[in-house]
Nanobody, 125 residues
Framework: QVQLVESGGDSVQTGGSLGLSCAVS????????MAWFRQAPGKEREAVAG????????RYANFVEGRFTISRDSAMRTLFLQMDSLKPEDTAMYYC??????????????????WGQGTQVTVSS
């Protein structure tokens, strides 16, 4: 019954910016963490950024290199990912995920049981 819907993906040039959103609907209680993952064709899904809801602590993959910012609008039940200085290597389908399980490792795909269908980000040179 829980549904996550991503939006904001687009095609941009190198150095451009995009803001992704993930709207949460349905009965998702006591959310412990939310995260953004991405997956390029032929590659495995990888963690991009995560946020622990209770503490506000944020985590980022090394390849982010300070270019992205994850945030959560608790009132509107929306997860955001602001992406700046985009590179062609960032081209992928971006997914949001959520879990109510405490004590997880944020970057592990298996920790999340709620997923959106993804939004495509394409960065051209």
């Amino acid at each position: 019954q829980v549904q996550l819907v991503e939006s904001g993906g687009d095609s941009v040039q190198t150095g451009g910016s995009l803001g992704l959103s993930c709207a949460v609907s349905g009965k998702l209680y006591n959310t412990y963490a939310m995260a953004w993952f991405r997956q390029a064709p032929g590659k495995e899904r990888e963690a991009v950024a995560g946020i622990y809801i209770g503490t506000g602590i944020k985590r980022y993959a090394n390849f982010v290199e300070g270019r992205f910012t994850i945030s959560r609008d608790s009132a509107m039940r929306t997860l955001f990912l602001q992406m700046d200085s985009l590179k062609p290597e960032d081209t992928a389908m971006y997914y949001c995920a959520a879990t109510s399980t405490s004590g997880i490792f944020w970057s592990r795909v298996g920790e999340y049981n709620y997923w959106g269908q993804g939004t495509q980000v394409t960065v051209s040179s």
